[in-house]
């Protein structure tokens, strides 16, 4: 059995895309919710105007990988709330990145008095948009924001974190979510700010930001379940995890649900093999369990050993 619930929102299965693949437009999200092997979808990032992104080439496979400066192309935040109103069948998330504090209060009040009744997702992590800093990084502008919205937003509410790297910063971190009514947590975003070197051109591969851009896929999983592990040990139990970086493998999942993950995201290795990913993922997953003799991911979610 693999199911999942946050908030009042139930999961009758336990992926998802990572926001940011496969769903800027609707046929990609429709895809995505046609798939049996997919609980729920994402949205892409939106900010109020649609927005170009970056310059290409902003998105890159490597040996172990991805680096993106994607820079939130989108198609505007009344596109996806309106997808969320009208199209799915599936759960899904509504994910809202605005340029500007108050840019993500004026969506937020948007989704407030619309008669959606899904999630949504405050992504405080774009590592992309030139000139504006990872928000999470900033604990005090963080608890500044969550402060504002609550104030206001009454509907499930969880947040999209960057990878943090110190065991104190996951300690202030979790106090401040710990302050407000979150629906989840989703870590993590991609780990920002890396750079790949081509020896062959002696070059950057992506053109944004002189080739600095976030790193997904497995060169991120440890770091992934380090933070889905400290956080399920530090929130309140009623604040959701959704296991996002770095699962390539039935044995990646495994992995963050033992870590505590609720739902597991998948993003580089959706891009790179597309949504039959999913299926992959489930059959792995489910010979690991017929192994291991669990019928059902709640028996082993968060029964992370330590030494
Ligand atoms: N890329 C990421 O890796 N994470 C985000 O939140 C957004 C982008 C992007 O649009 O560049």
Excluded at 6 to 22: E, M, P, Q, R
Aim: overall charge neutral; hydrophobic content about 40%.
């Amino acid at each position: 059995k693999m199911d999942a619930q946050i908030a009042n929102v139930k999961f009758d299965g336990l992926f998802i895309n990572a926001s940011g693949v496969h769903c800027q437009l609707n046929n990609d999200l429709d895809e995505l919710q046609a798939n049996t092997f997919v609980a729920g979808t994402v949205t892409k990032s939106a900010t109020l105007a649609s927005r170009p992104g970056n310059p290409r080439p902003r998105y890159v496979d490597l040996a172990h990988g991805s680096i993106n400066s994607m820079g939130l192309p989108n198609q505007g935040f009344d596109y996806y709330l309106n997808y969320a109103l009208t199209r799915p069948s599936k759960p899904v998330i509504l994910s809202v990145a605005g340029l500007s504090v108050a840019e993500n209060l004026k969506m937020l009040t948007q989704i407030q008095e619309s008669s959606f009744d899904g999630l949504t997702e405050l992504n405080l992590s774009c590592p992309n948009v030139i000139g504006k800093p990872q928000l999470a990084y900033d604990f005090q502008a963080t608890e500044e924001i969550l402060t504002a919205v609550f104030s206001f937003f009454k509907k499930p509410l969880g947040v999209k974190l960057p990878p943090y790297f110190d065991l104190v910063h996951f300690d202030q971190m979790a106090a401040i979510l710990n302050k407000f009514p979150l629906s989840h947590v989703n870590s993590i975003n991609s780990i920002g700010n890396g750079l790949w070197v081509d020896p062959v051109t002696e070059s950057v591969v992506i053109k944004p930001k002189n080739g600095f851009g976030g790193v997904g896929g497995a060169y991120i999983l440890p770091t992934a379940l380090a933070n889905v592990r400290a956080f399920r040990m530090r929130l309140n139990p009623a604040i959701k995890l959704i296991g996002t970086g770095g699962v390539t493998t039935g044995a990646d999942v495994f992995a963050h649900l033992l870590c505590g993950a609720d739902i597991i995201a998948v993003g580089t290795q959706l891009q790179v093999e597309g949504p039959l990913v999913f299926e992959r993922l489930t059959n792995e997953l489910a010979a690991i369990m017929d192994e291991k003799n669990y019928q059902d991911i709640a028996e082993l979610r968060g029964k992370l050993k330590t030494l």
